[in-house]
């Protein structure tokens, strides 16, 4: 029996996949705010211009990866590890086999650090010297990172409850040389007036955007460079090196197709990039791999929200997206990764065409499942992983209720060694049960 399978770094893809040109129709397209400056232009004024080529409706199936990405790709420990999880098939005697791709094995501990490469290599040609994000957690190592690799600074706004509940996370982007600032802060003119209402502000996604775009706002002569992690078209493009690993990697161990793959989702950057070069063959009809995108109850657009043209961040354009809408005194998570009130444009266009299954959890649901699958794979996920977790077993337990002898995959999106205060809550939660 196979435990694990490794890919050479030569065998890491040559390019990345564009799902676009193989969708049935055209992405609806972005539309501008109807009053106020031209999104279009702030997008031109914050990211780094090569990425937007590839937002929208890029035609091209294949874009070539730059000579340099695919060198600090390898360098960060692609291609991942694809793991059998016999352990976990006996516990749950099951006739399904079950595999991992294990992106806790990057330098930062999750797939994030894919995109801000991508991102990275392009800013430092454009000029700029300072990469910018708003993070919950892995974002910002990605970010910290990548700016560490090509000799660039960092600044990263991280959402206080994260902040408060992650301090090894806040110590990894300092020992790679950021500035990091607790959301909402008193850097900015937001920030304070956040503050001066409610000083205990767990803050948000929202709330770290407004104090960035104030950062980008008072620069003369612009040296910033905003990375987002996974909602823009150009991030999903960049995360299908997840996927093109993985279809090799289940060739070698001997499987011909899966059945399912599961991943957790909150914009659904990651699930897309495991799931996209898989969905060409589901749209032609030569397989019947399903696509289940496990979310956060009280935070599950794909489940929840509605298909309408929304806003995903404030520097972006309208998108046709699944969205929660605003709310007041949303629900607070460990799984802080998950808090997220839209789905990102490519993951909602499957969603309403049915080419997405997507099932919310609620935090109770998921802890059990974790446990159990600590203690039988020896593995700690992220806590947004264990979503994906639990969907897995679901799968798991589905087949050996219907006698199926399914190819079950599952992607660990990261590793939770830096979500101690998480998993104290999780071991509580379980305490609770008892």
């Known amino acids: 029996m196979e435990d694990i399978v490794y890919l050479p ?12 040109p193989d969708l049935p129709e055209p992405l609806p397209p972005w539309k501008d705010v109807e009053s106020g400056p031209s999104r279009f232009e702030l997008m031109k004024s914050v990211y780094v211009n090569k990425c937007l080529e590839y937002d929208e409706n890029y035609k091209e199936r294949w874009v070539l990866i730059p000579e340099a990405t695919r060198e600090a790709y ?7 590890p694809l793991n059998r999880a016999w352990r976990m098939e006996k516990v749950l005697d099951t006739p399904a086999r ?3 791709k294990r992106e806790g094995t990057s330098p930062t501990g999750s797939y994030k650090v894919i995109s801000n490469i991508s991102q990275a290599v392009w800013a430092k040609e454009e000029g700029y010297d300072r990469l910018i994000a708003c993070t919950a957690g892995t974002q910002g190592s990605g970010l910290c990172y990548a700016a560490a690799t090509f000799g660039m600074k960092a600044m990263v706004f991280m959402f206080a409850s994260a902040y408060d509940s992650r301090p090894g996370r806040v110590l990894h982007y300092k020992q790679l040389g950021a500035d990091v600032i607790r959301s909402p802060s008193d850097r900015t003119e937001f920030g304070r007036k956040i503050l001066e209402k409610d000083p205990n502000n767990k803050g948000s996604l929202f709330i770290a955007l407004q104090e960035l775009l104030e950062v980008f706002r008072e620069e003369e002569v612009r040296h910033s460079a905003y990375l987002m992690g996974s909602g823009n078209t150009h991030n999903i493009l960049f995360q299908t090196v997840m996927g093109l690993e993985l279809k090799k990697q289940l060739e070698l161990a001997g499987e011909n197709e899966p059945d399912v793959i599961v991943d957790c989702a909150a914009a659904g950057g990651n699930w897309s990039g495991i799931c996209l070069p898989f969905v060409k063959d589901r749209l032609d009809g030569r397989t019947r ?4 995108a496990c979310q956060a109850d009280g ?5 929840d929200g509605e298909y309408k043209y929304a806003d995903m961040v404030p520097m972006n354009p309208l998108a046709k997206i699944y969205t929660l809408g605003e709310r007041e005194n949303p629900p607070q998570i460990w799984a ?11 993951p909602s266009y499957l969603r309403s065409k049915g080419i997405m299954e997507a099932r919310k959890y609620s935090e109770e649901e998921v802890v059990p499942a974790a446990f159990q699958w600590i203690r039988a794979e020896g593995y700690i996920p992220a806590l947004e992983a264990t979503y994906a977790v639990k969907g897995g077993i679901d799968e798991a337990i589905r087949a050996r209720e219907e006698g199926k ?3 079950i995959v599952i992607n660990i999106s990261g590793h939770g060694y830096y979500d101690v205060a998480g998993y104290r809550g999780y071991i509580e939660m379980a305490k609770g049960r008892k």
Not at 9 to 20: C, H, I, Q, S
Not at 74 to 80: E, K, M, V, Y
């Open 9 to 20: 770094p030569k065998d890491l893809p040559e390019a990345w996949y564009n799902v676009l």
């Open 74 to 80: 390898i360098h960060a420990g692609r291609p991942t």
């Open 98 to 100: 079950i595999y991992y």
């Open 289 to 292: 791999t399903r696509f289940v």
């Open 299 to 303: 935070w599950a657009p794909f489940v």
């Open 336 to 346: 802080q990764g998950l808090q997220v009130p839209w789905g990102a444009i490519i």
């Open 405 to 407: 002898a399914r190819v």
